[in-house]
């Protein structure tokens, strides 16, 4: 095998020519590709917990809860970041059909999803990253997508509260004529089946009482609407771009050269002194 120095004094010219011959066209080439900003939301689950209304209304319950979701809550939300119905309500928002020239909202919703990331990080953060050439619309994107995520789960805790609002009334409306039906019969008797009937009717009262309260209870709940994310930092445009990283490429290309053409030399002198 030839010495190393003898094949780098040998083959210089060769491995100089590479080399710079690589740096050049990786530098020109970066030249026409644009820069884009990068802007980021960072945020943390709401505890899917904290929406149960027992703990509002129990004191001894109230302690038990951590405001922070669990792994499963920030899993849910990821998993939304999907959802083409998020990337359309962004764009709505600040109006990408008309700074991407889209010509629809579905196309302006796609063209944003291909430059987003939403991740959980290692640190259990829920991260919605936007590229974009222009650092406010990253930023705005990246915030109008954050909006959109809470939307869309507050929605949810919202209906679910309200389809059992609606079930309730129904059995309260219900609860209500048989509490008059009992009313209007204890007036027409005497006697032990009037004792019967006032037990009935007392009754009666209590599960009234109690489905008001409840009702009244989850009605809260649906005029609350809890947050299902915790904004810990909104995005904020970058000064400078975040792509390319034209130095850092440059860098790696100039190392990467610089290998190949010293081995492609060795190679080159191994061959020429075997034969």
């Known amino acids: 095998m030839p010495d190393l120095l003898t094949v780098f004094s040998k083959r210089w010219e060769t491995i100089l020519t590479i080399t710079i011959a690589a740096v050049l066209l990786t530098t ?9 900003y990068l802007a980021t939301v960072t945020a943390l689950p709401a505890n899917s917990v904290t929406v149960d209304k027992a703990r509002f209304f129990n004191n001894n319950i109230q302690a038990l809860y951590s405001e922070i979701g669990t792994p499963d809550d920030l899993d849910r939300i990821v998993g939304s970041g999907k959802l083409d119905t998020i990337y359309k309500a962004a764009a709505k928002e600040i109006n990408l059909e008309n700074y991407y020239h889209s ?4 196309n302006a919703a796609a063209k944003l999803k291909e430059n987003t990331k939403i991740t959980k990080s290692e640190y259990g953060e829920l991260k919605i990253r936007v590229w ?3 650092a406010n619309i990253a930023a705005a994107a990246a915030n109008a997508l954050f909006n959109a995520l809470q939307q869309i789960h507050r929605t949810i805790q ?3 509260f309200a389809l059992f609002v609606q079930k309730l009334q129904a059995d309260y409306a219900q609860k209500q004529k048989d509490y008059i039906q009992t009313a209007d019969s204890l007036k027409k008797v005497s006697g032990p089946i009037a004792d019967v009937l006032n037990a009935k009717k007392a009754a009666q009262l209590e599960q009234l009482q109690q489905y008001d309260k409840l009702i009244s209870e989850y009605q809260l709940m649906i005029n609350t609407n809890a947050p299902a994310l915790m904004l810990v930092e909104p995005a904020r445009h970058s000064a400078r771009p975040d792509e390319p990283k034209r130095g850092l ?3 790696l290309v100039f190392f990467a050269a610089l290998i190949f053409s010293f081995l492609l030399s060795l190679f080159i002198e191994t ?3 075997r034969g």
Do not use: E, W
């Open 132 to 134: 974009d050439k222009d």
């Open 271 to 273: 061959r020429s002194t």
């Open 158 to 160: 919202t209906q679910n």
């Open 249 to 251: 490429t440059i860098a």
């Open 103 to 106: 010509g629809n909202i579905t």
């Open 28 to 36: 020109v080439a970066l030249l026409f590709v644009p820069d884009r």
